[in-house]
């Protein structure tokens, strides 16, 4: 059971590139989301899934896109990568239970735009 | 909207003493609370958490008690350990997708 998994660990873009960073998890989670830390802001939601096919806009989601095309993948798409989007970013997993939502979280991916 | 508000750290102690990492919350209507553990280069884990006012969450020797008079959350331990070092996270969660989370709290124990 290897839980979340992302690849890339890290990640080096130049401005206007697009990449996608990937998330698996194995746990038949129905919820699935991206998070970005960054230094002083605690983790900040970019975009969540509750379910394959179904995707929603989380508190920053400028410059990035999701799909869900199955239970277990939820990548994230970085459309014209800009500087201000250096940052380390979350995958998280999560189903509901005992009055609340529990999430697991991937080993992160730390990507540097220059 | 909601908000998370931790103390700012880094907390240094040395090792066996007493932690306490405090934590309060606004927010409408009754959240759920967490406390989330990092450990350097890895992903957040859930640590501990709490549903109801009045609840206590425990985990490996950490202690946080869900005080809705006060809206506060403050983790807790009575002895702590080297590999204790990490930072530490408060959460309040309304809904899957209303997460809020602290700025994070560095902790760092001495032999």
């Known amino acids: 059971n290897a839980g979340v998994t992302q690849t890339p660990k890290f990640q080096v873009l130049k401005t206007g590139q697009s990449m996608t960073l990937q998330c698996a998890q194995d746990?038949?989670?129905?919820?699935m989301s991206w998070y970005r830390q960054d230094p002083g802001m605690g983790l900040r939601l970019i975009h969540y899934s509750v379910g394959a096919g179904i995707t929603d806009q989380g508190e920053v989601p400028n410059g990035y896109n999701v799909s869900r095309s199955t239970t277990e993948d939820f990548p994230l798409r970085l459309l014209s990568a800009a500087p201000s989007q250096t940052s380390v970013y979350f995958c998280?997993?999560?189903?509901?239970?005992?009055?609340?939502?529990?999430?697991?979280f991937g080993p992160g991916t730390r990507l540097t735009v220059t | 909207g909601d908000s998370v508000t931790q103390m700012e750290g880094p907390v240094t102690l040395s090792e066996e003493a007493f932690l306490t990492i405090n934590c309060t919350y606004t927010?409408?209507?009754?959240?759920?609370l967490f406390w989330y553990v990092q450990y350097p280069g890895e992903g957040l884990q859930l640590l501990l958490k709490a549903t109801k006012a009045d609840d206590k969450g425990s985990n490996k020797g950490f202690e946080a008690t869900y005080r809705k008079e006060t809206t506060s959350f403050h983790l807790e331990k009575g002895s702590v350990q080297v590999s204790d070092s990490a930072v530490y996270f408060c959460a309040s969660q309304r809904g899957y997708q209303k997460v809020t989370f602290g700025t994070g709290t560095k902790l760092q124990v001495i032999p």
């Open positions: 998280a997993s999560g189903t509901s239970g005992g009055g609340s939502y529990e999430q697991y």
């Open positions: 927010a409408t209507g009754y959240p759920s």
């Open positions: 746990m038949n989670h129905e919820y």
